[in-house]
């Protein structure tokens, strides 16, 4: 019995607010510029460490953290001995991207303005039902979503979450063999390592 069967349901509560998501760098002083001059984000921190936590390996390199308006922060890696310059090739959407999000549609507008005037291209607004969106690329190749809710959001999201479970059920079922000729079973099968 793995320890998250031996917890009685309902003891633990739901995890809370992303703390941080992290993402390397290709240069601080560049991404400071970014989130800190161009998306107003402010530098709450810039640790320096010289050892791999957990394991004690050298390596030098900062550790960078911008608040966000909620108090949570997106945060980077500026580690040059072992970078690349595929770390930084653009990354697709669907591979990684982090959405932010405006008070409403024209504040979206405005940062987009904003973001523009600063000599980033940031294309949009693109209408997603429940959200609109605008999109750049930071300095480190990750796309970056400024977004907002759509006056329905709350309408439209209520109305996925009551056949989200079913819509999972039939999309894997319908691609389930297509990934195990991928994958292989072992890895979409990880229940209980």
């Known amino acids: 019995m793995s320890d998250i069967d031996s917890k009685p349901a ?3 509560k739901r995890l809370g ?19 800190e001059e161009v998306l107003g984000l402010p530098l709450a921190a810039a640790m320096v460490f010289d050892a791999l936590p957990g394991t004690g390996k050298e390596s030098q390199y900062m550790h960078l ?15 040059p ?10 990354k697709d959407s669907f591979d990684v991207h982090i959405a932010l999000e405006a008070e409403s549609y024209e504040a979206m507008l405005a940062w987009q303005a904003r973001i523009n005037a600063a ?3 940031c294309l ?6 429940f959200v609109q969106s605008v999109y750049m690329y930071d300095p480190n190749g990750l796309q970056v979503e400024i977004t907002c809710k759509a006056d329905d959001y709350a309408r439209v999201m209520a109305a996925d979450a009551a056949v989200a479970h079913d819509q999972l059920t039939e999309w894997t079922a319908k691609t389930r063999a ?16």
């Open 10 to 12: 309902g003891t633990l």
């Open 119 to 121: 000599g980033k291209t």
């Open 17 to 35: 607010n992303v703390h941080h998501a992290a993402f390397r760098c290709r240069d601080a002083e560049q991404t400071r510029w970014f989130y």
């Open 81 to 90: 001995d072992t970078a690349t310059n595929e770390h930084f090739a653009r």
């Open 124 to 129: 949009g607004p693109v209408d997603h039902d």
């Open 65 to 79: 953290f911008f608040e966000l308006g909620d108090g949570n922060f997106i945060a980077f890696f500026d580690e």
């Open 178 to 193: 297509d990934k195990e000729s991928c994958f292989g079973a072992e890895a979409l099968d990880q229940r209980g390592r």
